[in-house]
């Protein structure tokens, strides 16, 4: 009985222990997630608004313009971007990711995968982590961009990508990433990155005719990969924000079950405690009738 409450006292311990360490994740993810919902709010608006331009200009180019990034090409080679986390402990948000890029190229590019024509490049390290056995190619990885993440971090791999591109090293790029909506709630998402789609998906969008001055062709070439770069950065903010909400919702639980598995180990101690008490008392009592009856 007594190894028994000793079991019991070093799993009670244990327990403690992990539940000062879920609080604490769960403190600092909600500190993190306070800057990082603030920067998504900031730059959503602006990012869609840009969207919806650069969606306009394109549009109405007219054939006039030959705007490498958003020629739509024979698929040869499919770039897929897997935007995941650095680290783990956060329910199942690089899951959702990793099942939905699966998904992806089974449904909408099997025919290029059997032919070997499917890339990944990998934006955090579990996704390197999930698809390291994988025959995919995975040849580009951008580990602890996240960590440090800065519009100037974020420009280098969306030039990157915006370079392969225009060589014609890949014919389609899409990313994968969670979508932010609040801390319970992260939606995967996949969207086309290039080439440029021409439809303006905001509905109350107004199509426009657009002066250009200087030139048309100066101004493009600035413009385009520029407004490239800001969704590209809308959408690692996504996946950051999404990251802190997922694993403080996931450490908040954490804690729950450890208190839940608290009581039962303590309710468990304390009956052991007890029928070792009741044991030690009828080894007395019975001692005493014994010597009684001498």
């Not at 030959?66 to 690089?94: H, P, W, Y």
Request: aromatic share 6%; charged share 25%; net charge positive.
């Amino acid at each position: 009985m007594a190894a028994n409450l000793k079991e019991v006292r070093g799993r009670i311990t244990s327990v403690k222990s992990t539940m000062q360490i879920t609080k604490a994740m769960k403190m600092v993810s909600a500190s993190k997630l306070r800057r990082a919902t603030d920067r998504i709010v900031q730059i959503r608006p602006y990012a869609n608004q840009l969207n919806s331009v650069l969606a306009n200009i394109v549009s109405n180019l007219q054939g006039d313009y030959n705007l490498d990034l958003a020629q739509e090409r024979e698929l040869k080679k499919v770039l897929i971007v897997v935007v995941t986390s650095d680290k783990g402990l956060c329910g199942g948000f690089n899951a959702n990711v990793l099942k939905l890029v699966k998904s992806l190229i089974k449904e909408k590019y099997a025919e290029l995968e059997n032919k070997g024509k499917i890339e990944l490049l990998f934006i955090g390290k579990k996704g390197i982590d999930a698809f390291r056995t994988s025959r995919i190619e995975s040849n580009l990885s951008y580990v602890n961009t996240l960590g440090k993440l800065d519009f100037e971090n974020s420009s280098m791999v969306a030039q990157d990508i915006i370079t392969l591109f225009k060589n014609g090293v890949y014919d389609r790029v899409e990313v994968v990433y969670n979508m932010f909506k609040n801390a319970a709630v992260q939606i995967p998402t996949v969207e086309q990155y290039l080439p440029v789609q021409t439809q303006v998906q905001n509905e109350n969008s107004i199509s426009a005719d657009y002066i250009f001055e200087p030139g048309k062709e100066e101004i493009l070439d600035t413009l385009i990969p520029n407004i490239l770069k800001t969704q590209f950065f809308r959408f690692l903010l996504d996946s950051v924000a999404s990251e802190h909400g997922a694993r403080m919702t996931a450490m908040d639980k954490a804690t729950d079950n450890a208190n839940e598995l608290l009581k039962d180990l303590s309710i468990m101690y304390n009956r052991a405690r007890q029928a070792a008490i009741t044991t030690e008392l009828s080894e007395i009592v019975s001692g005493a009738a014994a010597l009684s009856a001498e």
